[in-house]
């Protein structure tokens, strides 16, 4: 995927000039699979330019809270909120989430993220970028307790990560009382081991449904499972 300072999709457009995070095929899966049907309150951390906040807002009827700690891409996100047929529905906070779920009291019926995910590994040497993608700044541990802490009893919390991390996650969400709802784990190209996996977490027990998605087949051609996915989205599908 490209990274333009902008980005078209067929319902809203997205300005990423100054955001270090870019669109990229992790946010646009995970505000893709999402489920919204239910949801009235919704909040997305760690929002970047306002992507995947949007994704929701555009097949859903609720009302969205993002929050995004870095001041640049807060000031994107807005901007992008602001010109989106969504604005009324959409607000977003600049600040840390953790700190964010220790104030606030609302209960929301869902929570989404795309966390940073480079656990333990070298920093980069861009500020922003490394508070994007490195998890020194918001772990898997506080996003699930600051998440349990505004989640209604009917919550969710859904996730993209990597796969390698996906046992480590589930064991975090145990201790704090969530169960896994559904699994998706994503392979980059057919004949590939899976990269990412996209969760879906409840309070409630429930037996986890488990299913695979690949994006590209043998040929490098994209399959009809993430065209069909991604397609109410991308102007290219």
């Not at 949007?54 to 001041?71: K, N």
């Not at 901007?79 to 906070?93: C, G, I, K, M, P």
């Not at 980059?188 to 299913?211: C, I, N, Y």
Request: net charge neutral.
């Amino acid at each position: 995927m490209g990274r333009n300072n902008w980005f078209e999709f067929k319902q809203f457009r997205i300005e990423q000039q100054n955001s270090a995070m870019k669109v990229g095929t992790d946010g646009v899966l995970l505000g893709a699979w999402t489920p919204v049907e239910e949801a009235r309150r919704i909040l997305d951390v760690g929002t970047g330019t306002g992507l995947i906040a949007l994704m929701l807002a555009q097949r859903s009827q609720g009302f969205i809270d993002a929050v995004e700690i870095d001041l640049e891409a807060f000031k994107e996100a807005k901007f992008n909120f602001e010109q989106s047929a969504w604005r009324d529905r959409l607000t977003v906070f600049n600040a840390d989430f953790f700190e964010f779920s220790g104030l606030n009291t609302g209960k929301y019926d869902l929570i989404v993220s795309n966390p940073p995910f480079f656990v333990n590994s070298m920093k980069s040497r861009n500020i922003a970028s490394a508070v994007a993608r490195h998890d020194h700044r918001l772990t898997f541990a506080q996003l699930i307790k600051g998440a349990r802490k505004l989640l209604g009893d009917e919550g969710r919390l859904c996730v993209i990560i990597p796969f390698d991390s996906f046992l480590d996650f589930r064991e975090l969400a145990r201790l704090s009382n969530f169960y896994l709802h559904s699994r998706l784990s994503v392979i980059p190209r057919v004949g590939m081991a899976p990269k990412r996996v996209l969760l879906e977490f409840s309070l409630l027990p429930v037996h986890p449904e488990e299913t695979e998605l690949s994006i590209l087949d043998k040929n490098g051609i994209y399959t009809l499972k993430y065209k069909s996915l991604t397609a109410p989205y991308y102007p290219s599908f």
